[in-house]
């Protein structure tokens, strides 16, 4: 047996489930995730099922740990298929149920009222706790429910439940998905309520998702089922599904809401009698999308009304909807993520309100804010509004992403002042072009940056000319103060990029941070980028930092 072997085998779990897990869904720090069909087809899985026990165990644990099973066929033609099982390795998937996690059910909606579901889950032949360690499942019901079928009868929608959840008996959480788009004129609603209350029965998880189901009228439960989370697509149904919201709204913790018609949010807080507020008292992460980003306001709510006091997520994919800070109250000590439109007017309501003056939002810590709705960008007066309200919300932030081009002057003058910046260890412009002298500006800024993804678009007018020497020396100089925390560059290349620039600007930020071990650039420089570092690696002064500088290869492309 050779070292190499012995050593793989003595490894600890958590490394060997890490590296597994690196090989089935790339790096974190930036790699592409692994589309589905390339894991299937290519999977980095089967070579380490040999390695020995331990390897085999985790990586089957891997590739069993998501199971389909899809009754929307053909009679007697029902199929169980694990996610990512590799395609080359035929085996009876019977024999690793009990490694699977989680399951997604699919089926017509239909076919659980006219037992058509239900014999085609008996066709499967699964006994009893077959899924004994799934703790998460997920229902998608296909197509709307047709009342001309006489067959519809609510003892087989009770008997399809009770068969799912005995296969699966330590359930946590149900996620149940439907959608419409079948007109149909007489309400079902009260078949969609018996069924989700058979799949829901004892579980305190309880998700609905609804798709489309602006033509179906009376899909929308009406009652209230105690769940915890809601998400709407494309959904015009609005006013039922507001109403759904509110009857949940001592349950949900997650809500992510579309809506055609932002002016009508309001109906999100107003209470049914419209006589007071909703309150959502253990609402975690509020999502609302509208699909354009059309200035809309909805009515105020004034006073000390807080309607999500426990809000942690917040993300709007919209321009701020109302004209007070209604959404900002009462979490400033919960609220720590935070996406929004960084529009003017929003700006500006909000500042009037002071909610972010002087870190107030005390738990916010990562920041992502759109400013590509923003008209007149590029004039100096809005440019530097922006700017400085971007940096007010990152106050705190250890995270900041900034979506769309913010001149660079204006970031450049935000991100300096003082008192800015002081937590933030994540940066991403990445439709802001950089110099090394703006990269450096950054790094002075933020004494704790170890992580930069932006454009890339020379040394700077200080630097341009110099030879690399004296560039080596001009940036340690100028960084003579700054922290040593900075570790990885994302660099996006324009077509304007010069690549022997961008070697060099990495191979200097290599020379003075110790730490730094990482940068990304896309494929198709990489070769070329590869020849500039191993050229450098052989001349002043460069060579000094050989083994920093043979870290930023990439291997393969030479």
């Known amino acids: 047996m050779t070292p190499s072997r012995l050593s793989l085998q003595s490894l600890p779990w958590n490394i060997i489930q890490a590296t597994i897990n690196v090989l089935m869904y790339g790096d974190q720090l930036g790699q592409n995730s692994v589309k589905l069909e390339e894991i299937k087809f290519s999977n980095p899985c089967i070579p380490l099922l040999g390695v020995s026990r331990s390897w085999r165990a985790l990586a089957l644990k891997v590739l069993c740990q998501e199971c389909f099973i899809n009754l929307d066929k053909k009679p007697k033609s029902a199929t169980t298929e694990f996610a990512i099982w590799p395609a080359p390795m035929k085996h009876e998937h019977s024999d690793f149920y009990s490694l699977v996690t989680s399951i997604t059910i699919n089926t017509k909606t239909q076919d659980v009222f006219n037992r058509k579901a239900l014999h085609q889950?008996?066709?499967?032949?699964?006994?009893?706790?077959?899924?004994?360690?799934?703790?998460?499942?997920?229902?998608?019901?296909?197509?709307?429910?047709?009342?001309?079928?006489?067959?519809?009868?609510a003892k087989n929608a009770i008997d399809f439940a009770r068969q799912v959840r005995q296969l699966m008996p330590h359930l946590s959480s149900i996620r149940v998905e439907y959608s419409g788009g079948e007109e149909i004129l007489e309400s079902m609603a009260w078949a969609y309520e018996l069924l989700l209350g058979q799949l829901y029965g004892g579980l305190e998880a309880r998700e609905l998702t609804l798709v489309n189901c602006g033509l179906s009228l009376g899909t929308v439960p009406s009652t209230e089922l105690k769940l915890t989370r809601i998400e709407t697509i494309w959904d015009t149904t609005f006013d039922e599904t507001i109403e759904l919201v509110r009857l949940n709204a001592n349950t949900l913790r997650t809500l992510e809401m579309s809506c055609a018609q932002p002016?009508?949010?309001?109906?999100?807080?107003?209470?049914?009698?419209?006589?007071?507020?909703?309150?959502?008292?253990?609402?975690?992460?509020?999502?609302?999308?509208?699909?354009?980003?059309?200035?809309?306001?909805?009515q105020s709510f004034k006073g000390n009304y807080s309607p999500f006091p426990q809000l942690e997520q917040l993300t709007m994919d919209l321009i701020y909807p109302f004209t007070d800070d209604v959404l900002f109250r009462g979490n400033t000590a919960t609220l720590n993520y935070l996406r929004m439109a960084a529009d003017p007017d929003t700006i500006q309501l909000l500042n009037s309100c002071n909610v972010f003056d002087g870190g107030r939002m005390e738990s916010l810590r990562h920041v992502r804010v759109d400013v590509t709705c923003i008209a007149g960008i590029s004039e100096i007066k809005t440019s530097k509004l922006v700017a400085d309200f971007i940096m007010s919300l990152a106050f705190r932030a250890q995270t900041l992403e900034i979506e769309g081009r913010l001149p660079k002057d204006a970031f450049l003058g935000a991100i300096s002042q003082p008192e800015n910046c002081q937590h933030l260890q994540h940066l991403l412009v990445n439709d802001l072009q950089l110099s090394l002298s703006d990269i450096l500006t950054a790094i002075q800024s933020a004494p704790v940056l170890c992580y930069l993804y932006s454009q890339f678009i020379g040394l700077g007018d200080d630097l341009k000319g110099l030879p690399a020497d004296q560039v080596v020396e001009h940036v340690e100089v100028k960084l003579k103060n700054a922290s040593r925390h900075f570790k990885h560059w994302r660099l996006w290349h324009t077509p304007s990029t010069v690549i022997e620039s961008a070697a060099q600007s990495v191979m200097t930020l290599a020379s003075i941070f110790p730490k730094f071990t990482y940068s990304i650039v896309t494929s198709t420089v990489r070769a070329e980028y590869n020849s500039c570092i191993r050229k450098a690696l052989t001349t002043p002064p460069f060579n000094n930092y050989k083994a920093a500088l043979e870290r930023l290869l990439f291997v393969g492309w030479d």
């Open 263 to 298: 002016t009508k949010l309001f109906k999100l807080l107003e209470s049914r009698d419209n006589r007071g507020c909703v309150v959502y008292p253990n609402m975690r992460v509020l999502h609302l999308w509208s699909g354009n980003f059309t200035k809309y306001k909805c």
């Open 121 to 153: 889950l008996h066709s499967l032949k699964l006994a009893k706790g077959s899924f004994d360690s799934v703790k998460v499942l997920k229902v998608m019901l296909n197509e709307s429910l047709k009342t001309t079928d006489t067959r519809i009868k």
